[in-house]
């Protein structure tokens, strides 16, 4: 998935928009707010996150898929719900040349449920299991771990309603953050069915409350008594926090068999290891979620420590326009997840720098970065015939571990003098040698 971060562009095309240094020599562009380049070596850790994060799920037989990062907008409206935050003032909305509305992309599912829905992947064999990435667009206020446009990583498997298949999504989930050396909490809710008995049975119950309450919520929480009771779980308003403290909890009046799911749930995650916390008041920012919900939750953030999250969405595919295709998943925040990461995100690729003093060494040094490079060992050496202090800076910088330094005593004793960028180490090897030594 290619992402298009908003840059300096006007500096990459001096020719073509000359006409604006000379209008203004102080004027500069700069990328929109809520939005930033991706620039080395955080690069090279975000790119490491979506390698790793796709292997991941490819293990599991979650397969790729892409789906446009911009689509009709009813697909969110119909989707996500009319009366979520994120349709009514989160979206990107524009009219095209047709007189069409398109919004960008606030989020995966509902794309990827439109594209199963269009190619008719629900005909065939079921479950479909699926996984993508790529950046999404919210107009809301910028802050840390919160921006306009942002990196998910996505997987959903549909057409299943076993317990089971919420058991392996959340566990897919928990085993990419072990792997990608992150600690988090997984926090777990059932939310219940859309039907009288479950969900709608608790909006009633939760509605007396809130109105019993409402001249102690927030003004923009009032409003969602009558539309959506259960988004005031969400609210970040101290007030409308304090009063929910008291709220009926719907894991008091989800129905029989919702309970009875959400009972599976837990004791197949606890079969494999998976600890989790059970949050009654977790319910999620969209509408379509049903039954399971989760957040992975990492340290060190503030409030938006929830560096992913996800949950079924059974009624997702028929508000579509579709049959009865049920249906669970995730999305986890690249931003989020690599802020938490902190120093301990993934470097460079890059496993030895050569220094090469001299022409001779340099074809040396050229012919060995090949060879270690089909070896599948990162290399890489100067490319503008610097001096040794230059050379070594370079070094640095690259994020290599180790310095190959090759000059005439070396070249002559056919070795290199490989020096440890971390400790400061060095010792003199056999040039035939050093692959090895690498790979150790």
Known sequence: MVEVWFGDWSRSLP???????????????RAPRGTFDVLPPQSWARAAIARLAMDTFALSGYAPIETPIFEHTEVFERGVGPGSDVVTKQMYTF?????RSLTLRPELTAGVVRAVLEHGLDRGPLPIKLACIG???????????????????????LGSEEPMVDAEVVEVGMRFFRKAGLSVRLMINSVGHFDESCRLGYNKVLGEFLRANESALAPDDRARIETNPLRTFDSKEQRTVAVMQGAPLISDHICDDCRTHFSAVLDLLKSVDVSFELEPRLVRGLDYYTRTTFEFIAGGLGSQNAVGGGGRYDGLAESLGGGPLTGIGFALGVDRILLALGEKAAASPVTVYFVALGEAARLEAFKRVASLREAGIGADLDLGARGMKGQMK????????????????????GEVMLKDLVAGEQERIRMDDLAGRLAR
Request: glycine fraction near 10%; avoid cysteine; proline fraction near 3%.
């Open 15 to 29: 020719g073509a928009l000359g006409w604006v240094a000379m209008a203004d020599k102080e004027r500069s562009f």
């Open 95 to 99: 009219i095209d040349r047709a007189g």
């Open 135 to 157: 950046p999404q667009f919210r107009q809301e206020r910028p802050q840390k771990g919160r921006y306009r446009q942002f990196t998910q990583i996505d997987i959903e498997a």
């Open 394 to 413: 370079d070094a640095d910088r690259s994020g290599a571990r180790w310095a190959a330094i090759l000059g005439e005593s070396e070249m002559a004793a």
